[in-house]
């Protein structure tokens, strides 16, 4: 059987149910990079079945949204409930050198990734410049 080890954990539940708010951050963590042509993000999401991840985008808005259910039935008395419950989500403000229209993704071991790429225009390229040969002098 599982023992209660922290004291103080009960005094941040009843806080939680109390006042609405979480002593620690039941969010979705992420990791956002750039990598070449792409920008990646990578939620964390243990214990979420992949077909309640809800992915919507509207204008530069990325929406995630996911449930996480209790693996216990109703009529069971819990011991220790430290695992957030319920509905997940978190908003990315994209910019506008992505194409959000070609957004990839996946879920594999608890991790949502995506995959958003730089469009044409944002990529950095070379400028070509001119030689000094072409120039021709004035007034000859």
Do not use: C, H
């Not at 042509?37 to 990325?62: A, H, Q, T, W, Y």
């Not at 908003?91 to 959000?100: I, K, P, R």
């Not at 957004?103 to 071991?109: D, F, P, Q, R």
């Not at 072409?134 to 000859?140: F, M, N, T």
């Amino acid at each position: 059987m599982l023992m209660r080890t922290d004291p103080f954990r009960e005094l941040d539940r009843l806080v939680e149910r109390v006042w609405g708010t979480a002593a620690r951050p039941a969010s979705m963590p992420l990791d956002a990079w750039r990598e070449g042509d792409g920008f990646f993000v990578e939620l964390e999401l243990p214990g979420v079945d992949p077909e309640s991840i809800d992915l919507d985008v509207e204008r530069n808005v990325l929406t995630v949204k996911a449930e996480r259910k209790p693996t216990y039935g109703e009529n069971t008395e819990t011991v220790i409930t430290e695992r957030p419950v319920g509905t997940f989500s978190r908003q990315l403000f994209l910019g506008e050198t992505l194409d959000t229209g070609k957004i990839e993704a996946s879920y594999e071991a608890g991790v949502l990734k995506l995959r958003v790429p730089v469009t044409e225009q944002a990529k950095p390229r070379k400028i070509a410049i001119s030689g000094g040969g072409d120039r021709k002098e004035l007034g000859s």
